[in-house]
């Protein structure tokens, strides 16, 4: 879908570059980025340097930047080009495990709008400086996330987990994962990396069976379906303002 965006507007003068934040690095995004055959950049961020600069605290999230290099819009929720939802349905498999059931209907719950959102960048892309959805930087910095003591304290320990998981002490680094959590309690995207990390049997459908009920050995207060639910779906995501 971001390929189909990018063969859209490159034309324009526009270019799209996607990031992967992963810490598995290469290994975690490799498969994503062939499947998708890129034309556009396709970079691999993975020690979450992006959401550490930028505030990027869930994806998929956009940052808009102009030709001079000026950010015309913080880090904010960017859902995928509208799609096929009935087609899309169809390709769902028939027999899934109960607790993939449930994460599907949390998901079916998120809210987006992305006809806005797309339809907001067009105009961007067409008008630049002059588009109403291009904000004054006084805007982009009100938007942009504080930066408090307890969040740069919790990007160090992040930091630091990804540093340790990719030197092979995982034990460790759950350690700072969890402090990360607890640090910077708003980041989905710190809290879906260390889940995506542990293990929990074979299958396509392994990782997302499984979470704390019935499986003592996992290391984590929260999962996704349990944070979710306990959230709302219909706050998984920052409404997004023009």
Same mark, same amino acid.
């Given at each position: 879908?971001w390929q ?5 507007f490159h ?7 996607s990031v ?5 690095g290469?290994?975690?995004?490799r ?5 998708a055959?890129p034309?556009? /950049?396709s ?17 998929p999230?956009?940052i ?6 000026i ?7 960017a859902?995928p /080009?509208?799609v096929?939802?009935?087609?899309s349905?169809?390709q769902? /498999?028939?027999e899934?495990p ?17 006809e ?7 105009d ?5 400086e ?7 930087p ?8 504080h ?9 160090a320990?992040?930091g630091?987990?990804s540093?340790?998981?990719?030197e092979?002490?995982?034990?460790l ?10 640090l910077?309690?708003?980041s ?12 929990n049997?074979?299958?396509?459908f ?8 019935g499986?003592?050995d996992?290391?984590y207060?929260?999962d ?8 709302g779906a219909e706050?998984?995501y920052?409404?997004w303002e023009?």
């Amino acid at each position: 879908m971001w390929q189909a965006l990018r063969e859209e507007f490159h034309p324009q003068g526009f270019e799209l570059v996607s990031v992967g934040l992963d810490t598995l690095g290469a290994e975690g995004c490799r498969a994503f980025i062939e499947a998708a055959n890129p034309t556009h /950049p396709s970079l691999i961020d993975q020690h979450h340097v992006m959401a550490d600069l930028f505030g990027v605290i869930n994806i998929p999230s956009s940052i808009w930047i102009n030709e001079d290099g000026i950010i015309v819009r913080p880090a904010e929720p960017a859902p995928p /080009p509208p799609v096929d939802v009935a087609a899309s349905a169809r390709q769902i /498999p028939d027999e899934l495990p109960q607790r993939m059931l449930d994460i599907m209907t949390e998901a079916a719950k998120i809210q987006s709008d992305p006809e806005s959102y797309h339809a907001a960048l067009r105009d961007w892309v067409k008008k630049g400086e002059d588009s109403e959805f291009a904000l004054e930087p006084e805007t982009v910095i009100a938007r942009s996330r504080h930066r408090d003591h307890d969040n740069a304290l919790g990007h160090a320990h992040f930091g630091l987990a990804s540093y340790l998981e990719a030197e092979g002490d995982h034990t460790l680094a759950i350690k700072h994962f969890r402090e990360a959590h607890r640090l910077v309690p708003d980041s989905w995207t710190f809290r879906r990396q260390a889940w995506s990390l542990e293990k929990n049997g074979d299958g396509p459908f392994a990782r997302f069976t499984q979470g704390p009920s019935g499986n003592k050995d996992w290391p984590y207060e929260g999962d996704w379906l349990a944070d979710i639910q306990r959230t709302g779906a219909e706050n998984y995501y920052d409404s997004w303002e023009s």
